[in-house]
């Protein structure tokens, strides 16, 4: 089972600019979340700093007690091997082949044999399909095939905590749809902690159990995915509705006065009324995922707390789990 | 200004001393380290070479053109050997370091570094500190000891061969004066020197590459700056070592 992250009052400035600040929040375990955030939130920051290689100024990111940001190095780097974290582009080493890149990690860690080695390394190559590029380099490959190259060398030491920074950026729309079932069958296999950091609305109306925003140096909301989805903040609405009035503009943030005049012509373009997407299920054949027993539990309990649209929006969801409990979907040719 | 160069100085003696550490922490990156150490060597042997047989024919031809003035002309041999092999071979050993293979060790960390791979490195839970820059301080390091023996006997057949062939010195004269004058704390100095230099070329063009300022042109000027550096601090360092060794170590002819 995957290790809770538990963030608390995480402040991060790069010399006057601040990037953030007192971001609290708490990836259950085992769940899959999404950070939503314009581009140049400090997204990818935020990843940084959960693993360590950025070293906030203040607050703390626990993990099995270690805190990330200012425990000895020592700690930080055996809780790394917790991690395994998909960079934007891959970082794959660039004179490795991608069996060298992905079998990295392995040869580093452990003292598995070498037959060994090459069976955990082509399993993973497998998973990500790209059965058969296995001996050629990072330069050689489309940056699709970097990303998913990554991915297996992130999963090779079978992670408690996997990270990815923007699984989507590069792929075209039907590669996202695999790598977001993709996602959801890793956490079905090995029921990892995952956070996805994206701005594509697709993953984040299908994949994750809980949804948090970044926006102008905070961090907006964070809590199961229905409490964004039926959000009526200005920034979260029209994020997830792509439009060009609110108060995100091109660079970061909006002035008031061009608040004010969108205010008056608003309405040329009216919401459509936003429909909750059921969650993606594991491809058939696989086994249930566990964190969504633990997460129904979890956040029936919150119910109290959370807004009345919310609210509702739960219990619709789980009023149609309980009619159809399972709502595996026989899927043609299902993902990866 | 001041704070920032002091900050670049400190996490300079920051990274030497974690270099330290890390040589001594398992497991040493072996395969690593012969790849490097071969790579230092093949760029740099054949350049010292070269540039030790006029380096040690000027020397000689300088040294004895003095001391024929002097009326010292049997002394040429020991003073010409002693300025090559103190002298002239640590830092022509350094420089080449420095320049070939300290300059791609830095490029190389540099565009690591940018491409995220070393980001990558780190949370594998591998240190790229001591996975790369270990194995690689520890062959500039080797690399100079070895080429530093190599130059000083090219260096002083050098000036052997300039000085009883074009200056009409007598062999004796240059072999006796040289065992007069010279001993043997002169090549400790020398390969000490060496394995300094080396250690200084190689912590310099690390530092430099782990932390380049912005994209590929920021790796440029690293390169650039840490050729520089290197240069600076070898002369520096190389002053105050010759300083003290001439306080420490009497003199055999004195």
């Known amino acids: 089972m995957g290790i809770e992250v538990v963030v608390e009052g995480l402040t991060k400035s790069f010399g006057k600019q601040n990037i953030w600040q007192d971001v609290t929040l708490t990836l259950p375990a085992g769940e899959v979340s999404v950070m939503l955030g314009p581009s140049g939130t400090g997204k990818t920051v935020f990843l940084k700093s959960l693993v360590g290689l950025l070293k906030p100024e203040h607050g703390r990111v626990l993990i099995n007690g270690v805190d990330m940001v200012n425990s000895p190095e020592r700690d930080i780097y055996e809780t790394r091997k917790l991690f395994g974290l998909m960079f934007q582009d891959g970082a794959l080493f660039g004179s490795m082949s991608l069996f060298d890149n992905i079998a990295f990690p392995l040869r580093e860690h452990t003292r598995r044999k070498e037959s060994e080695i090459r069976r955990t390394v082509m399993e993973r190559i497998e998973i990500v399909g790209l059965l058969g590029s296995e001996g050629k380099l990072p330069g050689e490959i489309s940056g699709g095939m970097r990303k998913r190259a990554g991915l297996a060398r992130a999963l090779v030491l079978d992670p408690q905590i996997i990270l990815c920074d923007e699984p989507d950026s590069g792929l075209d729309p039907v590669r996202t749809a695999y790598l977001s079932q993709l996602l959801i069958d890793l956490n079905a296999q090995i029921d990892a902690t995952m956070l996805i950091v994206t701005h594509n609305l697709d993953i984040a109306a299908t994949v994750p159990d809980n949804m948090g925003m970044l926006f102008r140096r905070e961090l907006v909301t964070f809590g199961p995915r229905e409490v964004l989805l039926t959000s009526e903040e200005p920034v979260v609405a029209q994020f997830l509705g792509g439009r060009r009035e609110g108060p995100i503009g091109m660079s970061e943030e909006k002035d008031a006065a061009t608040l004010a005049a969108e205010a008056a012509s608003a309405g040329d373009r009216p919401d459509a009324p936003r429909v909750i997407v059921p969650q993606l299920q594991p491809s058939p054949g696989l086994p249930p995922r566990q964190a969504v027993a633990r997460r129904r539990e979890r956040v029936l309990s919150l119910l109290g707390t959370l807004p009345p649209a919310a609210r509702t929006a739960i219990r619709d969801t789980y009023a149609k789990d309980a009619a159809a409990p399972t709502l595996t979907v026989p899927r043609a040719g299902s993902g990866s | 200004m001041i704070t920032g160069a002091l900050r670049q100085t400190g996490r300079l003696f920051a990274l030497a001393a974690e270099v330290t550490r890390a040589i001594f922490r398992r497991p040493f990156q072996f395969r690593e380290f012969v790849e490097q150490f071969w790579f230092i060597a093949s760029v740099t042997i054949l350049p010292a070479a070269l540039v030790s047989i006029p380096f040690g024919a000027v020397i000689a031809l300088q040294v004895g053109s003095l001391t024929q003035q002097l009326g010292a002309q049997s002394f040429t041999g020991g003073a010409s050997v002693l300025a090559v092999i103190q002298q002239a071979s640590p830092l022509i050993v350094a420089l080449l370091i420095a320049g070939a293979g300290g300059s791609a060790i830095c490029a190389d960390l540099g565009s690591r570094k940018i491409r995220e791979e070393l980001d990558a490195m780190e949370v594998m839970g591998v240190s790229p500190v001591q996975r790369l820059v270990v194995p690689r301080v520890l062959a500039t390091m080797s690399v100079a000891v070895l080429l530093n023996g190599m130059v000083s006997v090219v260096g002083t057949l050098g000036g052997y061969f300039f000085n009883i062939i074009l200056q009409g010195g007598t062999p004796g004269a240059y072999l006796s004066s040289f065992s007069a004058l010279a001993q043997l704390p002169d090549l400790y100095i020398s390969e000490l020197k060496a394995l300094i230099f080396g250690f ?42 010759t300083g003290l060794y001439l306080q420490i170590v009497p003199p055999k002819g004195g």
């Open chain 2, 200 to 241: 200084i070329a190689g912590i310099v063009a690390a530092y430099r590459g782990l932390n380049p300022r912005g994209g590929p042109k920021g790796v440029g000027d690293a390169v650039n700056q840490s050729v520089v550096i290197t240069f600076m601090l070898l002369f520096f360092v190389n002053m105050v070592m």
